[in-house]
Nanobody, 126 residues
Framework: EQLVESGGGLVQAGGSLRLSCAASVRTISSYAVGWLRQAPGKEREFVAAISWSGATKTYSDSVKGRFTIARDNAKNTMYLQMNSLKPEDTAVYYC????????????????????WGQGTQVTVSS
């Protein structure tokens, strides 16, 4: 499975960005997917996840109410809409996926994911 992120960039605090993650090779329709991020000098941390059915979503407390995860299985793509961005959101953002037999299961730790994208840089200036 290959995942390719896009949509990162430089934005001022309070602004918005929309990240996309396109999957190739095979369909992600039966994969649980998520977004994680890693800031310089910090460990990779969970941001948001969505089940392969799309019915279940979960967010870290730091982004809840500001970020929205979504997926379009017909386009083999998932998204992360990021609003009200803060300087502390600055990080490399990764999309990740894993197969799951449970249609409404979400995964909120990096070690639970099997496939990763290369990452896209998000920088929020104050």
């Amino acid at each position: 499975e290959q995942l390719v992120e896009s949509g990162g960039g430089l934005v001022q605090a309070g602004g918005s960005l929309r990240l996309s993650c396109a999957a190739s090779v095979r369909t992600i329709s039966s994969y649980a997917v998520g977004w994680l991020r890693q800031a310089p000098g910090k460990e990779r941390e969970f941001v948001a996840a969505i089940s392969w059915s799309g019915a279940t979503k979960t967010y870290s407390d730091s982004v809840k109410g500001r970020f929205t995860i979504a997926r379009d299985n017909a386009k083999n793509t998932m998204y992360l809409q990021m609003n009200s961005l803060k300087p502390e959101d600055t990080a490399v953002y990764y999309c990740a996926a894993r197969s799951s037999s449970l249609i409404d299961r979400v995964y909120d730790t990096p070690g639970e994911y099997h496939f990763w994208g290369q990452g896209t840089q998000v920088t929020v200036s104050s």
